[in-house]
């Protein structure tokens, strides 16, 4: 790995961050008449900890990583638009992503007007370390992986994930969204030996919290800090915060969901597997499970029709064919399963 100081953009290394009015008092005080704030219409008159410990510190534990190591934002969106912003010069550098992938890695790269080298899976939607090897240039300052991946439903194989972070210069962001849902463990503990690693996560999926905006990037001290210095201020809300708490203390009912998603699982696998026009059904680690069909649109339009929305991914290259569909609740699963069986093409 480069050291860092060549990895970031110069600007942003020489960057003088916003100094929030709850940045520069530390310590206890009872009298805040520091931020123009309304002392009245209590909670959520004041603004939040711009830094997040008291979650911070949940996740810690949860997560047996010290807090130094932790970044929150609004979404692991947040997350993957900031590594753009912090490590590629627009119109210069650029990054590589899988492909197919997780559509938001290239549309952030666009909006930063950063060259996003796509290198496709191979096949069984593996991951080919060598090939990602060879497209990264010296202007190459991201990888972005997902394991497992969306919209595929596979981990990616941690040897050929080690290769990228061993020989790759720049920086390997693998975002673990699902991993909550997958059959092996989370590349966490590579943090300690891979200073160019960073893992995305969320509260968005097992958690069930997509409507908080909750997204976790876990990487060496140094890389938080780049982080800390350009998000916005307070990115993430008092709201969220205090729900997210809550949410991650409810770690026991959310095993038993996830039990219970992994099980419906198998069983939706099981019954697409049976249905006529089915040709392929692809193995997931995630709660989604990708599935080639005869017919993709006119499938996507028969269960619209009925009211269940899948998402169609046949214009995806590499997926054509293919619809991904999300586990839900037993009903909701047994509404599928049932208007596929019952379609008459
Ligand atoms: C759903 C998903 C996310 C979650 O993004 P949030 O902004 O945290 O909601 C991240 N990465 C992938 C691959 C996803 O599918």
């Known amino acids: 790995m480069k050291n ?3 990895l970031v953009r110069p600007n942003i290394w020489n960057l003088k961050p916003y100094s929030s009015a709850r940045n520069e008092f530390r310590g206890e005080a009872s009298v805040f008449l520091d931020a123009n704030e309304n002392p009245y219409n209590e909670p959520y008159n004041r603004y939040p900890d711009p830094l997040q410990w008291k979650l911070k510190d949940r996740i810690s534990e949860l997560k047996d990583i010290a807090r130094e190591h932790i970044f929150l ?18 119109g210069a550098d650029n990054m590589i992503a899988i492909t197919p992938s997780y559509g938001m890695y290239e549309v952030a790269a666009d909006i930063n007007n950063v060259a996003c080298v796509k ?10 370390a060598g090939a990602a090897l060879d497209a990264a240039g010296s202007n190459t300052k991201l990888v972005y992986l997902c394991s497992p991946n969306n919209p595929t439903g596979n981990l990616l194989e941690r040897e050929e994930i080690f290769r990228i972070l061993k020989y790759f210069k720049g920086l390997v962001v693998v975002d673990e969204a699902y991993i909550d849902f997958a059959s092996s463990p989370s590349l966490l503990r590579g943090l300690a030996s891979y200073p160019n690693l960073i893992v995305l996560q969320t509260l968005s999926k097992a958690w069930g919290g997509a409507g908080i905006r909750l997204g976790m990037a876990y990487a060496s001290p140094a890389i938080i800090d780049i982080l800390n210095k350009i998000k916005y201020p307070y990115n993430v809300s008092q709201l969220t915060q205090e729900w997210a708490l809550r949410l991650l203390n409810r770690q026991e009912a959310m095993q038993r969901e996830l039990s219970g998603i992994l099980h419906e699982r198998t069983l939706v696998e099981t019954a697409l597997q049976k249905l ?14 990708l599935v080639k069909v005869d017919n993709p649109d006119a499938t996507y339009d028969y269960l619209a029709n009925k009211g269940i929305i899948v998402r169609n991914r046949n214009t995806v290259a590499l997926c054509e064919g293919c619809l991904r569909i999300t586990i839900g609740t037993p009903e909701q699963n ?3 399963i049932k208007a596929l069986q019952t379609r008459t093409l």
């Open 334 to 336: 047994n509404l599928l």
């Open 276 to 289: 006529p026009f089915v040709q392929q059904v692809y193995p997931s680690d995630a709660n989604f499970i």
């Open 4 to 6: 860092l100081k060549q």
């Open 73 to 90: 934002g609004n979404g692991s969106d947040e997350a993957i638009d900031l590594l753009i912003r912090a490590f590629c010069e627009p």
């Open 119 to 128: 290198v496709p899976l191979s096949d069984g939607f593996r991951l080919d």
